[in-house]
């Protein structure tokens, strides 16, 4: 959820007390692959997204480096690598926030991301989490939810219309979703840490995103919030692509179950991609985690 969004969700929140609710006939919640600017993303090869060949410069510093990846349709892929690899730049320049100097990134087969702003590549179905928590602490956790549905700006989901049958009911499974079932009133300022991300997650969730990119999720998560973290990423695979970005390889593990794919960045570059057990035997992976 980035600050626009937030304050968009705001702006909503006070039109929906003010204005006369109004009952929506449209219904429904957001499908995969919708088009901004009349491009529908093309998953038809089985690719979410091609990074291919990025490099970013900070006054000459390349904090990514001809980096790339690939990301199929409902992976779960984990990032890790020490401090500074850029993996934070490299979430930078999938959603928008940071222009590569070259390279290309795209959704599907066709959709060239950097030519889209960060609010239409939200839009076309990639949501980001960051690390700290951005939940309004004032309202309930049914609420948050359901600003994050309004936030969603295409026509079908008018802003200050009351919630459909389905909308309810996608509220209803995604608090279920994010263990917060039982809380839907409680004050999301009262939540602890992890619930608010769970939350967070559960908004990002409400746009239902083709792809989800999360960094460093379970960052300050007491080790039973990280295991049902874990468990909840692993539900969410297959209907959304996950890209993890995370240092904690205890949640690693679990996340990629013996038999995915990690892939470790070192300097803006792929160091090296494989099973973990296989990337954490590897000398290169071993010298630059000792070397930090
Ligand atoms: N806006 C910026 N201006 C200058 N340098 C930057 C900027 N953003 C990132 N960097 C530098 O680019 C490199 C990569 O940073 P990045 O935040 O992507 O690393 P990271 O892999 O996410 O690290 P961490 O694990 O600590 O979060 C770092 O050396 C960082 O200092
Ligand atoms: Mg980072």
Request: a negative charge; proline letters at 3%; charged letters at 25%.
């Amino acid at each position: 959820m980035t600050p626009e969004l937030m304050e968009a969700g705001a702006e909503a929140l006070t039109r929906h007390a003010e204005a006369d609710v109004q009952k929506d006939s449209s219904g429904g919640s957001a499908s995969f692959g919708r088009p901004v600017h009349g491009l529908t993303p093309d998953f038809g090869t089985g690719v979410a997204l091609y990074v291919d060949d990025i490099t970013v410069s900070f006054d000459g510093f390349k904090a990514l480096n001809k980096l790339n990846l690939m990301i199929k349709v409902g992976e779960l892929r984990c990032i890790i690598g020490p401090n500074g690899a850029g993996k934070t730049t490299m979430m930078d320049c999938i959603t928008g926030k940071t222009r590569p100097d070259s390279g290309t990134v795209s959704f599907g087969q066709n959709v060239d991301l950097l030519r889209l702003r960060e609010n239409e590549i939200a839009e076309i179905g990639i949501g980001r989490k960051f690390q700290k928590p951005t939940v309004f602490e004032q309202l309930s956790v049914f609420e948050n939810l359901e600003l994050a549905l309004k936030a969603d700006r295409r026509p079908r989901a008018s802003l200050w219309h009351r919630l459909t049958g389905a909308q309810l009911d996608r509220i209803g499974e995604v608090m279920t979703l994010i263990h917060l079932g039982q809380q839907a009133q409680r004050q999301a300022g009262l939540l602890s840490h992890g619930q608010k991300q769970w939350l967070e997650i559960g908004m990002l969730l409400m746009q239902d995103p083709k792809l989800l990119l999360l960094d460093e999720p379970v960052a300050g998560m007491t080790d039973e919030e990280t295991e049902r973290t874990a468990e909840l990423f692993l539900s969410l695979e297959g209907q959304h692509s996950l890209v993890v970005v995370e240092h904690d390889m205890h949640f690693v593990d679990q996340l990629t179950e013996g038999k995915k794919t990690v892939t470790v960045l070192h300097e803006g570059s792929v160091l090296a991609e494989g099973l973990l057990s296989d990337v954490q035997a590897n000398e290169r992976v071993v010298e630059v985690y000792l070397g930090r």
